[in-house]
């Protein structure tokens, strides 16, 4: 009988996978037996984790030094990743965060924003998705299969105070995925799926001072975002594994431009 969760053996990219969350599910997919292909533009950091994902379990960790944005350098990593593996099965795009110059303080308004910043926001988080998933799928769409799962946020789906840019990016992405799960399967094969994941609160590097004090204690921010979580904790990176499993798994061979909400009730909770 044929296990369709199974994911030994899959070739999967990363982008962002030296992060907190993207490290976790690095961690976990060569647990599973995939191969991990980890994409960033610090030779350390991916010298680092490929070296600990090996020691994991070896041979199943490799990388390329790239920036994710820069077209023609991706286009070059295709090449190579289509002739180091022969194919690729998976793609998940994990590069993002804030800069300060972006987050507005407690005591600032609008009109304080860098806007600067901003924009390089919504560049590392909307075309760090995009252009990973424009060059990337080129393989899938000739060897006719493959997944790409893309990292949304609950600040693409209500307003949520300081983080304008990050906001706008998150919500691009999550049309980016609509509009592309639509354009793999109705051009090419719906064995190309594209869905997103959108986190609630993970207590990682970037938001670690936003939500906490040195401590240990919640700021105000981080009260107020536990008392709209039903579960009333943050998230653990480990609690995002499954929901990558799944996607990447033929048991969600019907699924695509769809996106999950794994956020302790977040997305669901009316403050009342």
Known sequence: MT???????????LSGGTGTLGGSIADYLVQQGAKVIL?????????????????????????????????????????EISSDF??????????????????????QSIYDIALNDTKKVLDINL?????????????????????????SSMASKQA???VLGYSMAKAGVDIFTQWMANEMASKFTDKIRVNAIAPG???????????????????????????????????????????????????SSFVTGSIFNVDGGFSSFSGV
């Open 160 to 162: 949520i105070s300081r």
């Open 201 to 251: 609160f993970f207590i990682g590097n970037q938001n670690r001072s936003l939500l906490t004090h040195e401590d240990g204690s919640y700021t105000d921010r981080g009260e107020k975002i536990i008392a709209n979580t039903p579960m009333g904790r943050y998230g653990d990176a480990s609690e995002l594994n499954g929901m990558v499993h799944y996607l990447l798994s033929d048991a």
């Open 39 to 79: 994409l960033g533009r610090t030779q350390k950091k991916l010298r680092d984790k490929t070296g600990q994902l090996n020691e994991m379990m070896p041979e199943s960790a490799f990388s390329y030094e790239v920036d994710v944005l820069n077209e023609e350098a991706m286009v070059e990593v295709r090449e």
């Open 86 to 107: 022969g194919r690729l099965d998976g793609l998940v795009n994990l590069a993002g965060g804030n800069i300060p110059g972006a987050t507005l303080s407690a005591d």
């Open 3 to 13: 296990d369709i969760f199974t994911i030994v053996n899959k070739v999967v990219a």
């Open 127 to 151: 075309f760090g998705t995009v252009v990973p998933t424009i060059v990337l799928s080129g393989l899938m769409a000739e060897q006719g299969k493959g997944t790409i799962i893309n990292i």
